[in-house]
T-cell receptor, first 113, second 117 residues
Framework: DGGITQSPKYLFRKEGQNVTLSCEQNLNHDAMYWYRQDPGQGLRLIYYSQIVNDFQKGDIAEGYSVSREKKESFPLTVTSAQKNPTAFYLC????????????FGPGTRLTVL | AQSVTQLDSQVPVFEEAPVELRCNYSSSVSVYLFWYVQYPNQGLQLLLKYLSGSTLVKSINGFEAEFNKSQTSFHLRKPSVHISDTAEYFCAVSNRILTGGGNKLTFGTGTQLKVEL
C-alpha cells in the first residue's frame, strides 16, 4: 500500500534530550513537510523540503532540525532548544506542484516529561 | 499574509440533521482552498478542495463546499450527518507556491463536529 508512515506513534522523553521522529513515504513525492499540532491552534509548518538535500524553514522552525538525504525519508529532530516540545507532530508529502494535495501520515504524539 | 478563520470551535448536531461548518479566509491574491478531516489520534485526510472552475465542490461521502469570492468564504455543508462524521474538520488555504514547487498551507484552528443520537 502506498502511503506515509510515522514512527513511533507515542514517544516519551525527558526534558533536555533530543529526539528524532521518523517519516517515510513510498508515494514517490518530491515535497515533504513537518507540522506541529496543538489543541485549539490548528497546524503550523515547521520545515519543508522540495527536493533531496534541500529544505527550508517554515513558520516555527526554532528548536527543530531536519535532513533529507533520501527522497522517501524526512526525519525531524526536536532539540533541547525547543521550549515547549510536547505536541502532536504530523508529516505530509505532495508531488511538488503548487496545487497538489498534501497527504498526511498518522502522526507522532511527543510528550516531554 | 493569508489567514483562515473557523469561528466555531465545536458544533453539536443530531444525527440526520444538516450541518454547516464555517470557514473564512483572508488573502490578497487568488487562493486554493481545502477541507481536511481528522479522526482522533490520526493524521488528516483530504475531504475536498477548490482549485478553479465550478465554485461548488463535493466529496464522495456527501459533504460539499462552495467557494464564495465576494464573501471570502468556503463553508462546508452536509444535508444529513451520520454518527461516523464525528471528527475535527480543518479548513486550509494556499496561495503561495514554494520555491521549487509544493504549496504552503495555512490552516484554521479546526471545528469539532459532534454528532449525537
Amino acid at each position: 500500500d502506498g502511503g506515509i508512515t510515522q514512527s513511533p506513534k507515542y514517544l516519551f522523553r525527558k526534558e533536555g534530550q533530543n529526539v528524532t521522529l521518523s517519516c517515510e513515504q513510498n508515494l514517490n513525492h518530491d515535497a515533504m513537510y513537518w507540522y506541529r499540532q496543538d489543541p485549539g491552534q490548528g497546524l503550523r509548518l515547521i520545515y519543508y523540503s522540495q527536493i533531496v538535500n534541500d529544505f527550508q524553514k517554515g513558520d516555527i522552525a526554532e528548536g527543530y532540525s531536519v535532513s533529507r538525504e533520501k527522497k522517501e525519508s524526512f526525519p525531524l529532530t526536536v532539540t533541547s532548544a525547543q521550549k515547549n516540545p510536547t505536541a502532536f507532530y504530523l508529516c505530509a508529502s505532495s508531488q511538488g506542484q503548487g496545487t497538489d494535495t498534501q497527504y498526511f501520515g498518522p502522526g507522532t504524539r511527543l510528550t516531554v516529561l | 499574509a493569508q489567514s483562515v478563520t473557523q469561528l466555531d470551535s465545536q458544533v453539536p448536531v443530531f444525527e440526520e440533521a444538516p450541518v454547516e461548518l464555517r470557514c473564512n479566509y483572508s488573502s490578497s491574491v487568488s487562493v486554493y482552498l481545502f477541507w481536511y478531516v481528522q479522526y482522533p489520534n490520526q493524521g488528516l485526510q483530504l475531504l475536498l478542495k477548490y482549485l478553479s472552475g465550478s465554485t461548488l465542490v463535493k466529496s464522495i461521502n456527501g459533504f460539499e463546499a462552495e467557494f464564495n469570492k465576494s464573501q471570502t468564504s468556503f463553508h462546508l455543508r452536509k444535508p444529513s450527518v451520520h454518527i461516523s462524521d464525528t471528527a475535527e474538520y480543518f479548513c486550509a488555504v494556499s496561495n503561495r507556491i514554494l520555491t521549487g514547487g509544493g504549496n504552503k498551507l495555512t490552516f484554521g484552528t479546526g471545528t469539532q463536529l459532534k454528532v449525537e443520537l
